[in-house]
């Protein structure tokens, strides 16, 4: 085992231990995109399930949206080749958004809607309890801004966090993994570079930004995305806004 991979697992294994994502039974439904960080996601999490003093059960999905279904015969491949059950589906979201998008707005909210929704009734079907997703540290990050910027929240991703329905919990096991360190480890573990999803609405321009922004920022100062992260684990009620936190919060401190 590489130090990378050593490294990766210790993060990984810091997020399951403090946000309790793996437990006794369960089912996961890994999310395979086809892209380097599902991959990382799916070995990282079979090194944490032998590991685990329980039975674990691991299954890999990719949801074709209807956009392009040239990765899913690779990742199928991939996942035969290491014994890894798995499931290929398809789903036509590229009706929905055509019919339900109001000319010039964004797709990538009703798309994630889609995405969510569709993999919470694969989980049903194939009985999965969880549903691991591949975000990293720098994918937190970028969601803040992207959320405090362009709509006016403040929120990233949530790390485990059950469904509306109760039919599921989804979970983000990389939290703390740098993207860097995850682009080193495809390489390493030489994992397929397959064509990724092209939604043909657009070019994702305001994550864009914000991936330039930080970029920029953290040539300046390396601990900018470091500072993001652990400002999201160090927060101060009674120094915003919102009426609900600071009725709980007790007196404000400077």
Known sequence: MSRLEKRL????GRAVKEFDLLERGDRIMVALSGGKDSFALMVL??????????PIE??????????????????????????????????????????????????????ARLR??????IAT???????????????????LLLNLFYSGQLKAMAVRLPSDQGNGTVIRPMLYCHEADLAAYA???????????TCG??????????????RDLNEDN?????????????????????PQFLELSGPAED
Not at 9 to 12: D, I, K, M, N, S
Not at 45 to 54: G, S
Not at 226 to 242: C, F, G, Q, T
Request: proline share 6%.
């Open 9 to 12: 697992l210790r993060q990984v």
């Open 45 to 54: 999490l079979q090194h944490m399930v032998r590991r685990a003093p329980f």
């Open 58 to 111: 691991l299954i890999g999905v990719n949801l074709d949206q209807g956009f392009t279904r040239e990765t899913q015969e690779g990742i199928a491949a991939w996942c035969a080749a290491r014994g890894i059950a798995h499931h290929m589906v398809q789903a036509n979201h590229t009706r929905i958004l055509a019919e339900k998008l109001r000319p010039g707005a964004t797709p990538c909210p009703l798309c």
């Open 116 to 121: 969510r929704g569709a993999l919470y009734d």
């Open 125 to 143: 079907e194939l009985g999965a309890n969880k549903l691991a997703l591949g975000h990293h540290r720098d994918d937190m990050a970028e969601t």
């Open 187 to 197: 390489e390493e573990q030489g994992f397929p570079q397959l064509p990724g999803p």
């Open 201 to 214: 609405y657009g070019d994702h321009r305001y994550r864009a930004r914000i991936k330039a922004l930080l």
């Open 222 to 242: 390396p601990k900018v995305t470091s500072n993001i992260m652990a400002a999201m684990a160090n927060i101060r009620p009674s120094h915003l806004l919102d």
